[in-house]
């Protein structure tokens, strides 16, 4: 039985692509914003017709990345480790990020030194951190992490530019027992392959036109997996594991690089959330 979660989200009100940080953005497309707050909306109603609580980050202009939520942070049982973005064009969002925690209670939100993009780069299960590094997070990151939040953290390299984040190429299926996820194999180093086998031997291994498809940039409540309709071939996979594949069309904000976890940050744990008023019922 899968546990309400809560979300953070940010309405692409300034969304554009004008520059280009990543294999997905091409300038020369342009993005027809109102189908991209319709998408983004049907997302946001989907998590809540679900049960879950969606809050909403008020977007700043001239940051059009700022609907990639899952970058502005990580959050484990309410501490919050902000980010530090590899590139000029985002900077400015680790700082609006850091202000909504504050300003919502989270009493231990760290700034950190080296260069992580949240949950674009860490995965967290039941035991372990993943972290991803090569395009975007510095290795270093990786010990501030473990320092902070008091758990291993694997490091996995990324070798395809097209995924340039690790939950481009990973998703946690179910984090609440280790195990449970879904990945792409090329998109890792053949080490970081290897380590991947050894620890997840019953993983749910997608094929190239799922991973195109940026079917992996999922988001999975322990039950139901949002991920992008496009990714017809993860469906009847994971339905043979007991998941309910609930399929979400992002094709706009897809041509910024992100899918249904680039926008979807996870809250866990942390003030008012569901987690804890439960606890505390």
Same mark, same amino acid.
């Given at each position: 039985?899968?546990?309400?979660?809560?979300?953070?989200?940010?309405?692409?009100?300034?969304?554009?692509?004008?520059?280009?940080?990543?294999?997905?953005?091409?300038?020369?497309?342009?993005?027809?914003?109102?189908?991209?707050?319709?998408?983004?909306?049907?997302?946001?109603?989907?998590?809540?017709?679900?049960?879950?609580?969606?809050?909403?980050?008020?977007?700043?202009?001239?940051?059009?990345?700022?609907?990639?939520?899952?970058?502005?942070?990580?959050?484990?049982?309410?501490?919050?480790?902000?980010?530090?973005?590899?590139?000029?064009?985002?900077?400015?969002?680790?700082?609006?990020?850091?202000?909504?925690?504050?300003?919502?209670?989270?009493?231990?939100?760290?700034?950190?030194?080296?260069?992580?993009? @949240?949950? $674009?780069?860490?995965?967290?299960?039941?035991?372990? &951190?993943? *972290? =991803?590094? #090569?395009?975007?997070?510095?290795?270093?990151?990786?010990?501030?992490?473990?320092?902070?939040?008091?758990?291993?953290?694997?490091?996995?390299?990324?070798?395809?530019?097209?995924?340039?984040?690790?939950?481009?190429?990973?998703?946690?299926?179910?984090?609440t027992v280790d195990g449970e996820v879904m990945y792409y194999p090329p998109a890792f180093s053949t080490g970081s392959r290897a380590v991947l086998e050894r620890l997840f031997p019953d993983a749910l291994v997608a094929t190239g036109p799922d991973a195109v498809a940026l079917g992996l940039n999922a988001v999975s409540d322990g039950h139901h997996v949002l991920l992008p309709q496009a990714a017809a071939g993860?469906?009847?996979?994971?339905?043979?594991?007991?998941?309910?594949?609930?399929?979400?069309?992002?094709?706009?904000?897809?041509? @910024?690089? $992100?899918?249904?976890?680039?926008?979807?940050?996870? &809250?866990? *744990? =942390?003030? #008012?959330?569901?987690?804890?008023?439960?606890?505390?019922?």
């Amino acid at each position: 039985m899968y546990a309400p979660r809560r979300f953070l989200m940010c309405p692409p009100e300034h969304f554009r692509v004008t520059y280009s940080i990543n294999p997905w953005m091409d300038p020369a497309k342009p993005v027809d914003l109102p189908l991209a707050a319709a998408q983004w909306e049907d997302l946001r109603d989907r998590y809540r017709s679900l049960g879950h609580t969606v809050e909403e980050l008020e977007p700043r202009p001239g940051l059009p990345d700022m609907v990639y939520a899952a970058n502005g942070a990580t959050v484990v049982e309410g501490r919050v480790l902000g980010a530090r973005f590899a590139h000029r064009e985002r900077e400015a969002e680790a700082e609006a990020h850091r202000d909504w925690y504050v300003a919502h209670g989270f009493a231990d939100v760290r700034e950190p030194e080296h260069i992580n993009e @949240g949950e $674009g780069d860490f995965a967290v299960t039941a035991s372990w &951190l993943l *972290a =991803g590094r #090569g395009f975007r997070s510095s290795p270093l990151s990786h010990g501030e992490a473990q320092e902070f939040f008091g758990r291993p953290v694997i490091g996995l390299d990324l070798v395809d530019p097209r995924y340039y984040h690790l939950d481009t190429a990973l998703c946690v299926l179910d984090d609440t027992v280790d195990g449970e996820v879904m990945y792409y194999p090329p998109a890792f180093s053949t080490g970081s392959r290897a380590v991947l086998e050894r620890l997840f031997p019953d993983a749910l291994v997608a094929t190239g036109p799922d991973a195109v498809a940026l079917g992996l940039n999922a988001v999975s409540d322990g039950h139901h997996v949002l991920l992008p309709q496009a990714a017809a071939g993860l469906f009847d996979p994971l339905r043979e594991r007991g998941y309910e594949p609930v399929p979400v069309d992002l094709t706009e904000l897809l041509k @910024g690089g $992100g899918s249904v976890k680039c926008v979807t940050a996870e &809250l866990r *744990a =942390g003030p #008012g959330s569901l987690e804890v008023s439960q606890a505390g019922a």
